[in-house]
T-cell receptor, first 112, second 113 residues
Framework: KNEVEQSPQNLTAQEGEFITINCSYSVGISALHWLQQHPGGGIVSLFMLSSGKKKHGRLIATINIQEKHSSLHITASHPRDSAVYICAVPPYSGGGADGLTFGKGTHLIIQP | SQTIHQWPATLVQPVGSPLSLECTVEGTSNPNLYWYRQAAGRGLQLLFYSVGIGQISSEVPQNLSASRPQDRQFILSSKKLLLSDSGFYLC????????????FGDGTRLSIL
């Protein structure tokens, strides 16, 4: 079964800094998810990617399938980016129709 | 457009009482449906998933059960709640094929007293 490691667990940065969050997993997959969880608990899906890079606004996600590694970057970080960022992958090889296995999350705080 | 509704948002229940959390999806047919739990200080964990009416798969043994009486309805239940059932419960859906994004409900915060 897939195991997910995320780093760092906690990250505090100043507004405007470039942020990188890393995710590694153990079993080959066809798609990886990046999620954002706000203090109230609600979860938003940021990206689902299977190769290369995706960009949405100031957020960029990359994945290297061979190395089983993904990164989430935030450019020009802002206090409203403060949240928990979670990496998730299928528990077994495949795309995840049978659910997701989650990393423990990275608690990001952006100070003004 | 597709929407997912989960209720209630918060729930306080005594130990030993029953539980029923409901999740419905609109705007799509034959979705894959999921129940996840986030215990205090821990990561999200898959509890149940369903790929069709009456089809339930369980990931971990627990005090909970799930049912899918209709195509777009997913219910999480317990006959007798334990203190360890406290947590944040999330329902989610995805398209019927592999590699589809998951869409999450707003969650239910369950406190057991």
């Amino acid at each position: 079964k897939n195991e997910v490691e995320q780093s760092p667990q906690n990250l505090t940065a100043q507004e405007g800094e470039f942020i990188t969050i890393n995710c590694s997993y153990s079993v080959g997959i066809s798609a990886l998810h990046w999620l954002q969880q706000h203090p109230g608990g609600g979860i938003v899906s940021l990206f689902m990617l299977s190769s290369g890079k995706k960009k949405h606004g100031r957020l960029i996600a990359t994945i290297n399938i061979q190395e089983k590694h993904s990164s989430l970057h935030i450019t020009a970080s802002h206090p409203r980016d403060s949240a928990v960022y979670i990496c998730a992958v299928p528990p077994y090889s495949g795309g995840g129709a049978d659910g997701l296995t989650f990393g423990k999350g990275t608690h990001l705080i952006i100070q003004p | 457009s597709q929407t997912i509704h989960q209720w209630p948002a918060t729930l306080v229940q005594p130990v030993g009482s029953p539980l029923s959390l409901e999740c419905t999806v609109e705007g799509t047919s034959n979705p894959n449906l999921y129940w996840y739990r986030q215990a205090a200080g821990r990561g999200l964990q898959l509890l149940f998933y369903s790929v069709g009416i009456g089809q339930i798969s369980s990931e971990v043994p627990q005090n909970l059960s799930a049912s899918r009486p209709q195509d777009r309805q997913f219910i999480l239940s317990s006959k007798k709640l334990l203190l360890s059932d406290s947590g944040f419960y999330l329902c989610a859906w995805s398209g019927g094929r592999d590699g589809q994004p998951q869409h999450f409900g707003d969650g239910t915060r369950l406190s057991i007293l």
